[in-house]
């Protein structure tokens, strides 16, 4: 009988090996094994991963192993997030089409690029919130102006103050299709304003960019290489995993995915990662590439060494997983070690202000008891 740390740690397993892109891990369901159905789909579900989990168990013909009640609520999500994503590759397809139409070519970035026909074997499972484009032959302010005389706009309730801020962001507002069913975000930069540029800046992604035909609509895709280091730098940096020791299982997945195509094998990473030592950024890549090969069995690169601060980081991680009681006193030691960095930005303090505020009015509105 598993203790509830390795039983977690045995889920993360598990899941990936149900999972695996490219068919290094050994079969979790071999031998008759009896998986624990249910934290796998709190897992799956947790991790945005429960509609693709639906679709490979389907496809391997394996959905015989899992509960009724798991298989059921699988299939539904699966199916409401297929209708989903056909209802964001309209907006795709229209964004796009309108674009076109005055000269501008958007560059589909992360999981827009799904939605493209022969991207994915399984397009209606990837989860997604919006439409990340950059511009491959214009800037951000001009599509937007073109999508908002086609009648695209900002949600009605959002902040005007937010709103402001996104003429310092590296995309513009959000700006929502009319029909409602989906947004865009136009990029001015690849990669937060937070991080720098010179991680992975738009114009060589412009440089490397390779042009797609999608039923006469003239679009780009970043190069491999460009849509490994933005998976990459987007979760581990932007998104704080690898300040705080929390991994989506979700982003290492789509990562393995890349990996495992052919083309991968060309990536320099020993360069790459050379020069993303000098900016700081080469141990938060080293300890992804770590997870990976935890998670899916995908060896390092060529003349890749994590490296003692990858390898430590990576120890935190699987500590958390298995200890998920210690995960607030990790947040608060992140947040303590934040606060002077934060003490001497003059932006942080509005942006306080305005969070006090609104937490003070949503309690004064919540019902008592």
């Known amino acids: 009988m598993l203790s509830s740390g390795a039983a977690r740690m045995a889920s993360w397993h598990d899941l990936a090996g149900l999972l695996d892109p490219g068919g290094q891990c050994a079969d979790p369901l071999a031998g008759g094994r009896v998986l624990d159905w ?15 989990l639906y679709a490979v168990l389907e496809g391997r013909g394996r959905l015989d192993a899992v509960p009724e009640d798991v298989r059921v609520a699988l299939a539904e999500l699966h199916r409401l997030n297929a209708a989903r994503n056909a209802g964001l590759r309209a907006v795709l397809r229209d964004t796009v089409q309108i674009l076109n139409a005055a000269g501008i070519e958007p560059i589909l970035l992360k999981g827009a690029i799904a939605l493209l026909p022969g991207q994915s074997a399984h ?12 511009l491959f032959n214009a800037e951000a302010e001009q599509a937007e102006t073109v999508l908002r005389t086609a009648g695209y706009a900002n949600v009605d309730n959002l902040d005007p103050a937010r709103c402001t801020a996104h003429s310092h962001h590296h995309h513009v507002a959000p700006l929502f299709h009319p029909s409602g069913d989906g947004y865009v975000e136009l990029h001015r930069a690849i990669l937060s304003a937070r991080m720098p540029a010179e991680a992975l800046p738009l114009v060589r992604v412009r440089a490397a960019a390779e042009p797609i035909e999608w039923d006469g609509l003239r679009l ?4 491999l290489e460009h849509r490994l280091l933005h998976n990459a730098l987007h979760h581990q940096v932007a998104d704080g995993a690898y300040r705080s020791d929390r991994r989506n299982l979700r982003q290492i997945l789509e990562f393995a995915q ?3 195509l052919p083309a991968a094998a060309a990536v320099d990473w020993r360069t790459r990662l050379f020069e993303l030592d000098r ?18 069995g995908q060896p390092l690169p060529v003349g890749v060494s994590p490296g003692f601060a990858a390898r430590w980081a990576e120890r935190r991680f699987w500590f958390l997983v298995k200890h998920p009681g210690w995960l607030p006193f990790r947040d608060y ?16 303090y509005p942006a306080k202000v305005r969070y006090l505020r609104r937490t003070w009015v949503s309690g004064r509105r919540a019902p008592n008891g």
Do not use: E, I, Q
Request: net charge positive.
């Open 333 to 348: 030691a992140v947040r303590l070690r934040n606060l002077p960095r934060r003490l001497a930005t003059p932006s942080w």
């Open 220 to 223: 780009w895709v970043p190069s």
């Open 38 to 52: 249910h934290h796998l789909y709190a897992l799956a579900t947790n991790h945005l991963v429960a509609p693709l």
């Open 279 to 296: 900016l700081g950024l080469g141990a938060a890549v080293r300890v992804y590439l770590l997870t990976g090969h935890r998670l899916f």
């Open 258 to 260: 890349l990996r495992a």
């Open 123 to 134: 397009v209606g499972t990837r989860m997604m919130s919006d439409l990340d484009l950059a």
